[in-house]
T-cell receptor, first 110, second 112 residues
């Protein structure tokens, strides 16, 4: 049963700390998306990759967020330093046309 | 004008009712149309996917697309309490980006 996996599922941290979220896309999917979901803004696209190359990261605050894909089976999203306004659920999705979402990382920044 | 408009609800219906969920859009470049279902504290899951105007049926679910009116709908027949979730419409341009534009979601509650 192919699915997108994400770790950690939950993260509580203090303001100023570095946060790293990881995603394993479905094997064979060469396009990976990072989203953030909040009650106020809904689902926002932060960045996406094709064949491990970043294609668009215009949705990310550049000064504190970074996204990478070190290999075809791992995508990472880092926040440094984290702020309370970064509290949200972060989803990774993979696919072409249709996107398949992971279970999300629920981040709370105190 | 927002690119996609979706009523946030909540929509509360009794079990067995027919549910109609709707989205309007303004971008004529949208080529494919999707509905995702998101249970509380879960990731969105793809429910329906269609390219063309008209109806597409899958079990109790029917997706309807009207490109001329820029309007899509999801109908749920014989609704069940297990259908209680947030439903998000999503749109793709069919270009090489494969980016999707999501509606804000409609929260549905089916009462036993």
């Amino acid at each position: 049963d192919a699915r997108v996996t994400q770790t950690p599922r939950h993260k509580v941290t203090e303001m100023g700390q570095e946060v790293t979220m990881r995603c394993q896309p479905i094997l064979g999917h060469n396009t990976v998306f990072w989203y953030r979901q909040t009650m106020m803004q809904g689902l926002e696209l932060l960045a996406y990759f094709r064949n491990r190359a970043p294609l668009d990261d215009s949705g990310m605050p550049k000064d504190r967020f970074s996204a990478e894909m070190p290999d075809a089976t791992l995508a990472t999203l880092k926040i440094q330093p984290s702020e309370p306004r970064d509290s949200a659920v972060y989803f990774c999705a993979s696919g072409l046309g249709t996107q398949y979402f992971g279970p999300g990382t629920r981040l709370t920044v105190l | 004008q927002k690119e996609v408009e979706q009523d946030p609800g909540p929509l509360s219906v009794p079990e067995g009712a027919i549910v109609s969920l709707n989205c309007t859009y303004s971008n004529s470049a949208f080529q494919y149309f999707m509905w995702y279902r998101q249970y509380s504290r879960k990731g969105p899951e793809l429910l329906m996917y269609t390219y063309s105007s008209g109806n597409k049926e899958d079990g109790r679910f029917t997706a309807q697309v009207d490109k001329s009116s820029k309007y899509i709908s999801l109908f749920i027949r014989d609704s069940q309490p297990s259908d209680s979730a947030t439903y998000l419409c999503a749109f793709g341009r069919g270009d090489s980006s494969y980016k999707l534009i999501f509606g804000s979601g409609t929260r549905l509650l089916v009462r036993p």
